[in-house]
């Protein structure tokens, strides 16, 4: 089932929650909504699952117009991002929940329901805990019940909410994991609200990022990260290092560094602001050009770990710059703190106005 | 007006701190003294006087046949008069707890309005509207409808003053709550009934039989707003606590104590019953606390 | 659905259903009740209303009901923090039941509780026999009142300050011994002002009680206008004499008073509430 959200939006009081969205989700997407706290993704996973009414705009499932209909009717699966399972039930009623509140006419004969429960069960991996209560299970395993028991009505849409968010670091990476292998065999139109962009790029076929209210970008994991569109994407997504300068007559001018304007930037002529990865720094001890490389004083190095993070001081107006270097490279060098050493972009993105606060 | 007084149900904190030994006597001493001079002993007072007269004499002070029409009458009172409490307890803690909507400060508080309303007055009120002179008076006197000095008078006098006790209890632990299991329900397709009762109801269990007991306790024992609307007529509009009254009043001190002796023990299995439920909810609140950080 | 509620969430069914019942029993059973006692009064005009309020039978019978139950709300003051320190603080064997006991004025019926305080209390009482060589008399004295109003006010002090004194942050004392205070001066400058909020928020509520407590007191006090009459009775005679507009206006006085007390009890809450908010 497709999903199409048109012209969304969304007021709580005086605060707008979401701003005029629209996205659309292809069947068997799995499409992450990533952004920070009170950006409004979930809010609008809320609107998509029928928990809340827009106070504008539709919402289509499989082209037709839901945006009336109630959670029930909507036949989504929702999953919450602390669980909601119901704590008087055990694992197995939990999960059988969904098929034993449906009506007479449609309800499953009582052994098709426990035989659907226990597909379920092995699905996710928890047949040896089915009679046990929540309270008794770890916070992996009561979030795989509530996919379960979300699942169980085999819905055709599968939303969720943060769903490994309230675990912690080493179980959200399995469950992440786990997740994608999930969706790959099942192929449920997937919704998945996040505020951590390493599982956002890691387990999605598309991530919309989305910034008070509004949606930012919408691509792949490679193409958010790698062209970034806006410099709250570039700035969200991975580090950057912000350099502040002016654009003028084609030539931008951002402190030391001089570098030709893009085509598109040949008419500007203002403020301007670049944003350069720290992967994209290069850290030579002598500068070939001097309006291509910035000077700058070692401060801290952090050699622990696949890459080298070395942490410098501007020359020109002491600001900090942060960068990453191969081990290898890193050794070559011979860097020790206070250093003085010379930064070269590679790859710097130009934006034109300032930079976002 | 949510003015409220939270019960001790809170798990209680590592305590006893070393203070002075003396001092910590001489505290607790007091302390022991005051309870059982200024509330053990007029509790053991009921019982000495109503046995006074030896065994034989209570049993038929107690069976006597004006006593236990109070009896019927008090329990008829609370047997009206809880479960439609209980019915409005359930209905607005749903509304306050699972909604958000204007005016849900302002209901809070007038569920709370019966607490600030002295017995007297309570009573006071339904004679205004069904006594004789009041607003329906005439018109019940015309249908020869009888509910001032009657039956119907006392149900709702005790239906006033026991009116906020099942939603005061429901309300705050509704709240901690949440709705989130409602809305996990709602999503998986349950209906509104299927969602109160298979969800909701298992949940709020404990609470809902405090508050039941708290209001059936009341319920009871009301004594100033039943007697204003009660005829004081004996062997029919009398509860119990009125009996005691009249019996008192005529000196028959025997038979009032051991009317009493009979509500005194009702409220010796309330503070019981009480004790069991709050260490129920205690273990409720400790399990799930205790699993929070898994 | 344009309600006057304004836009409400719609994630759980049952709203309108749920809400409709609750204010139509609300609105039958307490608001229009409630309503009659000021429309009552408005009838009769404010002269009347005024000469019916303050009869000096009436008055003394404010002066009488306010001030016991004001002697009774600084007793248990006292008493109610006692026993809360105690319970709060200390164990000892038996505690259970003491802390289940204290609950017992608000289970018990105030008749009965009438009525075995009196017996205590009269000259050949329990206790009674023992004051009355001394010339102490308790039983239908305004003593007798205060007495009663004590007893049902006492739970309401002690379960104010009870969770504040458990809930009490241990490192505040030990912070104090650290700096040199001896038990009493932590007592008095650290422990006592945390707990003062809550503990007038007891008092007030057990004020407000005893302004209106009826069944407890009616056998104990002499009943005798002028000397010890309450207004809860007052209303009650008015009323066996037909004299509607008096009782309702009475009843008007006491419960613009109850009113205006618990507005102030709930300010005092909200008060209580932002400071221990901002505590961290």
Known sequence: MSIQVRNISKRYGSFAAVKNVSLEVKEGELVALLGPSGSGKTTLLRIIAGLEQPDSGTILLNDQDATSHSAAKRRVGFVFQHYALFRHMNVSENIAFGLNVQSRGTRLAKSEIKDRVQQLLQLVQL????????????????QRVALARALAVQPSVLLLDEPFGALDAKVRKDLRRWLRRLHDEIHVTSVLVTHDQEEALEVADRVAIMNAGQVEQVGSPEEVYDHPTTPFVFDFLGNVNLFHGRVESGRANLGPLEVTAPDNAAQWNGPAFGYVRPHDLEITRQSQDSQATIEARVTQISAAGPRTKVELKRSDNGSLIEAEITKARYQELALCAGDLVFVKPLSIRLFAGSPPA | MSASVTFARTIPAVRSKPASGVVRLILIGAALLYIGFFLVLPLAAVFVQAFEKGAQAYLAAVSDKETLSAIRLTLLACAIAVPLNLLFGLAASWAITKFNFRGKNLLVTLVDLPLAVSPVVSGLIYVLVFGLHGWFGKWLDDHDVRIIFAVPGIVLATMFVTFPFIARELIPFMQSQGKEEEEAAAVLGASGWKIFFKITLPNIKWSLLYGVILASSRAVGEFGAVSVVSGHIRGQTNTLPLHVEILYNEYNFTAAFAAASLLTLLAVITLIAKKIVEWKTEKQIAASEAQEYV | MPSIFGKRSSSVPGFG?????????????????????????????????????????????????????????????????????????????????????????????????GIALTSLYVGN??????????????????????????????????????????????????????????????????????????????????????????GSVIFIAGNMPMRTEITSLLIISKLEQYDYAGATAIAVVMLVMSFLLLLGINLLQARIRKYQEVEF
């Open chain 1, 127 to 142: 047949e040896s805990l089915a009679n046990r209560y929540p309270t008794q299970l770890s916070g992996g395993q009561r």
């Open chain 3, 17 to 113: 259903l749920s809400l409709g019942f609750a204010l139509t029993y609300l609105s039958l059973i307490v608001l229009i009740p409630l309503s009659a006692v000021f429309f009552k009064s408005a009838s009769m005009g404010w002269a009347h209303f005024w000469d019916a309020a303050t009869t000096p039978r009436v008055l003394a019978s404010y002066r009488l009901t306010f001030g016991a139950s004001l002697a009774a709300a600084g007793i248990n003051a006292v008493a109610g923090l006692l026993v809360g320190w105690v319970l709060a603080r200390y164990d000892f064997p038996g505690k259970r039941v003491v802390d289940a006991v204290v609950d017992l004025p608000f289970a018990l019926p105030t008749a009965v509780a």
């Open chain 3, 125 to 214: 009482g329990w206790i009674g026999h023992f004051l009355q060589p001394h010339g102490i008399e308790v039983a239908f004295k305004p003593a007798g009142i205060v007495l009663a109003l004590s007893f049902v006010g006492f739970p309401f002090v002690v379960r104010s300050v009870q969770p504040v004194l458990e809930d009490l942050d241990k490192g505040l004392e030990e912070a104090a011994a650290s700096l040199g205070a001896t038990p009493w001066q932590t007592f008095r400058r650290v422990i006592f002002p945390s707990v003062l909020p809550a503990l007038l928020t007891g008092v007030a509520l057990a004020f407000a009680r005893a302004l209106g407590e009826y």
